[in-house]
């Protein structure tokens, strides 16, 4: 295959699959790398393998080349989370750019997953008081607010924010919303808590 030969001597490893139904047997691996697809396959076609890879939560950047697609199948496709849509013939330069955008996709969304999950293992570390400090902290609630609505003592929710603020490693209010943000929580004055995941 002329697209696997161009690729090999471009220095990438590449793993060829006969069908749609062989990769997601073999889709195991969470290597850095993409997905290369056509429309136009045994069994499956792309899109439809496309739609069960995200399903099975694929974490590869897919990339169409094929000489069967149409706008109509391009905007499907790239809606869906496709890296790209390209259309034969396809130069070389251009192909080659695709799998090098698709590789460093790959790289910063496997970053920001490492990321959440780190602050996830963080807030996965609070007590219970402790969590439930880090919602109402997060919504704006003041110390005094916050020890009325727990039934406390000021110097006790101080205390517990202290260790929210050590363990979730966060200098100031500021960073600490950032966190919750980044998790999913509502924060605001109004808000209601969305609980931990």
Do not use: W
């Not at 910063?108 to 919602?135: N, Y």
């Not at 517990?160 to 980044?182: D, F, I, N, W």
Request: hydrophobic share 40%.
């Amino acid at each position: 295959m002329a697209i696997a030969r161009l690729l090999r001597a471009s220095g990438y490893q590449v793993a060829l699959y006969e069908s749609a139904t062989q990769l997601l047997e073999r889709q195991t691996s969470v290597e850095a790398g993409c997905i290369l697809l056509d429309v136009q396959m045994p069994g499956l076609d792309g899109l439809q393998l496309q739609d069960r890879l995200s399903k099975i939560g694929n974490l590869l950047p897919i990339v169409f080349v094929t000489g069967h697609g149409d706008i109509r199948m391009g905007v499907h496709a790239i809606k869906a989370g496709a890296q790209e849509f390209l259309c034969k013939p396809v130069s070389e330069e251009q192909l080659l750019e695709a799998v090098r955008a698709a590789l460093e996709r790959y790289e910063e969304t496997s970053t920001r997953r490492e990321q959440l999950s780190a602050l996830r293992a963080r807030v996965d570390e609070l007590t219970p008081r402790e969590q439930e400090v880090f919602e109402f902290v997060i919504r704006g609630k003041l110390n005094k607010q916050i020890a009325s609505a727990m039934g406390t003592s000021v110097r006790t929710i101080k205390a517990h924010r202290h260790a929210v603020m050590e363990k979730l490693r966060a200098s100031s209010l500021a960073e600490l919303v950032t966190v919750a943000g980044q998790l999913g929580f509502v924060t605001g004055s109004d808000s209601v808590g969305t609980g931990l995941h």
